[in-house]
């Protein structure tokens, strides 16, 4: 004798329709989605260009970038491996005189000892536009592999016009 084998009839939809649920979702959800992942990939994209691209830009703002750089074989800035760190300025007066004040420190993200060359502030007016540009020796002629070396001058009698200033190293030669 068999034993009758007793099922019960399934419902439609199975799983989805206990919970609720159709199989369709929103209309333009799959387009939604494609396009999430899209802006993610265009951000990793873009920060992936900017560091390849922009090496002195990056050093410039992480300063510790450098060892990366260096281990992936790229030139981390224009001038052997130097840097800046720390610039800062302010507004003096001698002797009746205004000053402009600018000080930092120059740093070497290689390993090896480095001559330090002049350092160049360029004086820009509200349009980013060169006044004038001045020079400033490093407190040192060499600096150490991963050292730092100090930079300040006095700037005097600036122009009035002055409301920003880019700091750079001079080119040899």
């Known amino acids: ?3 009758p084998v007793v099922t019960e009839p399934r419902k439609e939809g ?4 206990k919970l609720g649920r159709s199989g369709e979702g929103r209309p333009g959800q799959g387009a939604l989605l494609v396009a999430g992942w899209s802006i993610l990939g265009l951000v990793v994209v873009g920060v992936l260009a900017i560091f390849l691209l922009m090496p002195a830009a990056v050093m ?3 300063p510790g970038s450098g060892h990366l750089y260096q281990a992936m074989g790229i030139a981390p800035v224009e001038q052997a491996g130097l840097g800046f760190d720390g610039v800062t300025y ?3 007066r001698y002797q009746g005189q205004r000053m402009l ?4 420190q120059i740093v070497n993200f290689t390993d090896a000892e ?3 060359p002049n350092v160049l502030i360029a004086l820009l007016d509200g349009d980013g536009e060169k006044i004038s540009e001045w020079m400033a020796p490093g407190s040192e002629t060499n600096v150490a592999a991963q050292g730092r ?10 122009p009035d016009t002055v409301r ?10």
Do not use: D, H, N, Y
């Not at 199975?14 to 329709?17: D, I, N, Q, S």
């Open 1 to 3: 004798m068999t034993t």
């Open 14 to 17: 199975g799983l989805k329709a």
């Open 60 to 62: 410039a703002a992480l």
């Open 90 to 92: 302010k507004w003096t």
């Open 101 to 104: 004040q600018v000080e930092g």
């Open 114 to 116: 480095a001559s330090v």
């Open 149 to 158: 070396s100090e930079f300040a001058t006095q700037i005097p009698s600036p």
């Open 164 to 173: 920003s200033f880019r700091v750079r190293f001079q080119k040899e030669g």
